[in-house]
């Protein structure tokens, strides 16, 4: 049977500083690509927080992690992050979980932001338990002690971003 149904894509929004990306992004956004027929990893501006790397290093790190993957775009944005999916038409935006402060932390933002767009849904991914103690801000502070970086950021990246 032949459907009449034009197929909509579905496009996803990942929205962070990826300061730098860690392997516990990296695991949400692989497990999310069957999901999505395209995920945009947006890197956020944020003045509140001074970052270690450059938006252009972040999302260079990204390309380098995701390489050859066709359905992973990487961009950057200044805007509200519901903004930013209107402009791509991107109708979904994915989150990971960490923990409980990061579920409440990102309710808020979900139910404020589904307030503001109907059309847009968030989509929470719980992180792996192996990677839910790592975060940006524990790896830039082994980053800035020259710790070792295995097991805390991609692999292909281990090299560009040790300080």
Known sequence: ??????EIMKRAVFPGSF??????????????????????????????KSGMFSIEERMQHIRDVFAGEEKIKVDKYQNLTIDYCHTKEANYLLRGLRTAADFEFERGIGQVNRM???DIETVFMLTA???TPISSSIVRDVIRHKGNLKGLVPNSIIDKISR
């Open 19 to 48: 300061d730098p990306i860690t392997i516990g992004h990296e695991d949400i956004i692989n497990r999310a690509l069957p999901l999505f027929d395209e995920i945009i990893i947006a890197v956020g501006y944020n003045s509140t």
């Open 116 to 118: 503001m767009a109907k």
């Open 1 to 6: 049977m032949v459907s009449n149904k034009t």
């Open 129 to 131: 338990p192996e990677f």
